[in-house]
């Protein structure tokens, strides 16, 4: 399968992205019989925790967009504890 994209887009292409630019060519439609075995999954509720950190991560955390930075360091968190298991 041929290459879409030359590169990954940077956050500023992809804000200046139009809907009509985008090719939807390779989604199938769906139909009633997949919305009949569609299926509501709720995520699992997340527990809030404190922690102390160096501003220096907080702050690497931040760069870029800035928001979401905790979401990025849940993730982080998440990918290592992934690894780990799976290294036995």
Do not use: C
């Amino acid at each position: 399968m041929p290459k879409r994209y030359k590169k990954p887009m940077t956050s500023e292409e992809y804000d200046q992205l139009q809907d009509t630019d985008i090719d939807y060519s390779d989604i199938p439609e769906t139909d009633k019989a997949f919305w009949a075995n569609a299926r509501i999954h709720q995520p699992a509720k997340k527990q809030v925790v404190s922690m102390r950190l160096d501003q220096d991560v907080i702050d690497s955390f931040k760069q870029g967009e800035g928001k979401r930075h905790t979401s990025r360091m849940a993730a982080v968190l998440e990918a290592y504890v992934k690894h780990h298991k799976e290294a036995g």
